[in-house]
T-cell receptor, first 107, second 121 residues
Framework: DIQMTQSPSAMSASVGDRVTITCRASQGIRNYLVWFQQRPGKAPKRLIYAASSLQSGVPSRFSGSGSGTEFTLTISSLQPEDSATYYC?????????FGGGTKVEIK | EVQLVESGGGLVQPGRSLRLSCTGSGFIFGDYSMSWFRQAPGKGLEWISLIRSKTYGGTIEYAASVKGRFSASRDDSNSIAHLQMNSLQTEDTALYYCSRAYGSDWLFDYWGQGTLATVSS
């Protein structure tokens, strides 16, 4: 199985800060990576697909990059509504596997 | 408007069964693969199954944690996907979500609200 190592597991940042979350795959997954945001009590929401494509309707402060084994989700200017847990998911190989999640808190 | 609605969750004793359903609307259900995920209380997301569209053979993938106990199926005429869960264990307690998939552009772009399955004696 492909292991997805996500870091950090939690972080606290101020409104306006630039936030970077990383996912590393244990083997190459091309660009078959999706980023989700999950607010408490809600279903996951797709932010980024194909590693770097922005989901329609998602604010442009979110961006994704990477290919192969290292991927990054960046929030260019953190907003209060971005307080949530973020997950990466690889869909290159079954079983599909998620990163462990990054809980982002607003200071 | 695309909608996915899960149902069928509940409280069940260890060793018993539950059948979850995922009803889709607002899109051509038969064109999409349908996937199931779960989230144990306070834990992360786990993918558990995907059933491909008939166009791609209707074949099914399972996570090792559920293979041999869970069975996915689909009824395209009624736009419903099912997850039959047998031999349930306490560690299967989770919120179960369904989502649709078609290529990368429409991969897991819509999710249901989830249905809670609690396995306890």
């Amino acid at each position: 199985d492909i292991q997805m190592t996500q870091s950090p597991s939690a972080m606290s940042a101020s409104v306006g800060d630039r936030v970077t979350i990383t996912c590393r795959a244990s083997q190459g997954i091309r660009n078959y990576l999706v980023w989700f945001q999950q607010r408490p009590g809600k279903a996951p929401k797709r932010l980024i697909y194909a590693a770097s494509s922005l989901q329609s309707g998602v604010p442009s402060r979110f961006s994704g990059s990477g290919s192969g084994t290292e991927f990054t989700l960046t929030i260019s200017s953190l907003q209060p509504e971005d307080s949530a847990t973020y997950y990466c998911l690889q869909h290159n190989t079954y079983p599909l596997t998620f990163g462990g999640g990054t809980k982002v808190e607003i200071k | 408007e695309v909608q996915l609605v899960e149902s069928g969750g509940g409280l069940v004793q260890p060793g018993r069964s539950l059948r979850l359903s995922c009803t889709g609307s607002g899109f051509i259900f038969g064109d999409y693969s349908m996937s199931w995920f779960r989230q144990a209380p306070g834990k992360g997301l786990e993918w558990i199954s995907l059933i491909r569209s008939k166009t791609y053979g209707g074949t099914i993938e399972y996570a090792a944690s559920v293979k041999g106990r869970f069975s996915a199926s689909r009824d395209d005429s009624n736009s419903i996907a099912h997850l039959q869960m047998n031999s349930l264990q306490t560690e299967d307690t989770a919120l179960y979500y369904c989502s649709r998939a078609y290529g990368s552009d429409w991969l897991f772009d819509y999710w249901g609200q989830g249905t809670l399955a609690t396995v306890s004696s």
